[in-house]
């Protein structure tokens, strides 16, 4: 079955600039999560969805926001973007249980200028 | 806070060595662990997971972790590293979210 998907690969954005991410999770996944990967802080959860509802959120500015939809497709959005919001965004979905695996995206490489 | 510390930041190996790379949590509940693995250029794949049972677990491509729950610790081994295992290898507690070590680059030379 096809994978995580995450659209688009690579972005170049304005400080000031809004953007959003899509990811599309693995057919049946009812949970999407993100991440932010730095090199200088590592993988840091950003926020999870389950079934259209946020259930989880990690500890960043409310600039970072998300959705999901009915079909659980997820959209990140951050407005008004900093140097520091240069990274990669992954995505990765689950059936949404404690016990189950995530399957991660490619990453959306946001690169802020 | 629960945190996940990776000692090795960056390890380098000749093919055929043995690998250890350390992972200590701090979670006093039940933990769901793992070990992602990262290849250069593709995304993060699973390795191998320990909910609970046996603790010593054996993932993809021959590599094994042992779980000690009192030592907090989930460090991942392979008896002998190939040059393709040169990848950053990232472990993980799930609690009600993943989080992650902060990774270790392997770099296997051949």
């Known amino acids: 079955k096809a994978g995580v998907t995450q659209t688009p690969r690579y972005l170049i954005k304005t400080r000031g600039q809004q953007v959003t991410l899509s990811c599309s999770p693995i057919s049946g996944h009812r949970s999407v999560s993100w991440y932010q990967q730095t090199p200088g802080q590592g993988l840091q959860f950003l926020f999870e969805y389950f079934s259209e509802t946020q259930r989880n959120k990690g500890n960043f500015p409310g600039r970072f926001s998300g959705r999901q939809f009915s079909n659980s497709r997820s959209e990140m959005n951050v407005s008004t973007l900093e140097l520091g919001d240069s990274a990669l965004y992954l995505c990765?979905?689950?059936?949404?249980?404690?016990?189950?695996?995530?399957?991660f995206g490619q990453g959306t490489r946001l690169t802020v200028v | 806070a629960q945190s996940v510390s990776q000692h090795n930041h960056h390890v380098i190996l000749s093919e055929a060595a043995s690998l250890e790379l350390g992972c200590n949590y701090s979670y006093g509940g039940t933990v769901n662990l793992f070990w992602y693995v990262q290849y250069p250029g593709q995304h993060l794949q699973l390795l191998l997971k320990?909910?609970?049972?046996?603790?010593l677990v054996k993932g993809i491509k021959g590599f094994e972790a042992e779980f000690i729950k009192s030592k907090f610790s989930f460090n991942l081994r392979k008896p002998s590293v190939q040059w393709s295992d040169t990848a950053e290898y990232f472990c993980a507690v799930y609690t009600y979210k993943y989080i992650f070590g902060t990774g270790t680059r392997l770099k296997v030379l051949a």
């Open positions: 990765a979905s689950s059936e949404g249980t404690d016990s189950s695996e995530a399957f």
């Open positions: 320990y909910f609970s049972g046996d603790p």
